[in-house]
């Protein structure tokens, strides 16, 4: 069975943006804006499930640089902690892909992929908010990488 008390997730910089892929929640019919990521498969070390997690999300690869940092995660996420690195895409177009887990799921968890400007928080599209642990993460994200002030 996948390991999924820590959830492997990216933060995909690219010309001063970060990657997003907008989710599907079919519990509760919410969506919300998330870094690409999920749990481990057993015998997968931790970059390699970052790197088949955003290309089975976004259709990108990419190479994983750093980790970031580890922090819980909220208490209605579904995992105990979050694992996140740092990633630079190699090759791809980011477009909506999906999980393998909801192949035969009429309702597509993986909706949407956008950039999100690191310089500009006030740009940053309204749906952001509904996603309660982004949010933060983004702004510990900008800081780290010298965005904040």
């Avoid at 909220?74 to 090759?91: A, N, S």
């Amino acid at each position: 069975m996948p390991q999924r008390d820590i959830r492997y997730q990216a933060a995909i910089v690219r010309d001063h943006h970060v990657l997003l892929v907008k989710v599907y929640d079919r519990t509760n019919g919410h969506q919300f804006w998330i870094f690409p990521g999920g749990g481990r498969e057993p015998d997968e070390d931790a970059e390699a499930c970052v790197r088949r997690e955003v290309h089975e999300e976004t259709s990108l690869t990419v190479i994983v640089e750093r980790l970031l940092w580890v922090t819980p995660d909220i208490p209605e996420g579904g995992y105990t902690w979050l694992h996140t690195y740092l990633c630079r895409v190699v090759t791809g177009e980011a477009r909506p892909g999906s999980d393998p887990d909801d192949a035969h799921d009429e309702l597509a968890t993986i909706r949407d992929v956008a950039w999100f400007d690191l310089r500009d928080p006030a740009q940053w599209n309204p749906e952001l908010a509904a996603a309660k642990a982004t949010p933060p993460l983004l702004h510990q994200l900008r800081s780290l990488l010298g965005y904040a002030s």
